[in-house]
């Protein structure tokens, strides 16, 4: 193969992996396994401080369109930032949101925040008390709802800040 052959064979390998980029990129967000981008050893939750490594099985994610990430240790902070976004950063906007993730409860895996079903008032705690348990079907939620004693299900839209206080001033004991 001549110096020009290798050349041009290079440069149209650039180009594909160029082009590709954003697909890889979008499969390694959505991929179960992978890390949220801009994940470093000892991110925080940005409303309560709490290190998201020592709850991998809650952590929720809000990534803006830019590619800046914000954590937190479980739906119910994610929620206290959502619903007011001024408080926490005041540069940030809903419009700017490219993406919210939260962790299925059962399998573990990345799911999209908006379509999640989330089962409120269970016996079941995570770190900061008793939280919204995040489902990916209507049937895990209500299977879930029935087993671990839950008040009911909610979507996206049903969060509201009462919703988020009543989970706040509920005891944190498990067992009901």
Avoid at 2 to 15: E, Q
């Amino acid at each position: 193969m001549n110096t020009r052959t290798k050349i041009v064979a290079g440069l149209a390998l650039l180009l594909a992996a160029l082009l590709a980029w954003p697909s890889l990129k979008r499969a390694f967000w959505d991929s179960p396994s992978a890390p949220p981008e801009n994940q470093e050893t000892k991110r925080k939750c940005v409303v309560c401080g709490m290190f998201l490594d020592s709850y991998p099985n809650w952590i929720a994610t809000i990534r803006f369109r830019d590619g800046h990430e914000v954590g937190f240790d479980g739906l119910k902070d994610l929620f206290k930032y959502y619903l007011d976004m001024p408080r926490y950063d005041a540069s940030r906007t809903f419009a700017r949101i490219d993406a919210i993730r939260f962790t299925e409860y059962y399998s573990l895996r990345a799911i999209d925040g908006y379509s999640a079903h989330l089962v409120i008032g269970s016996d079941v705690l995570g770190p900061m008390g008793h939280e919204l348990v995040p489902f990916a079907s209507a049937q895990a939620a209500a299977e879930f709802l029935r087993d671990h004693h839950g008040d009911r299900v909610l979507n996206f839209t049903d969060v509201t800040p009462e919703v988020i206080s009543q989970l706040d001033q509920m005891p944190r004991t498990a067992a009901r």
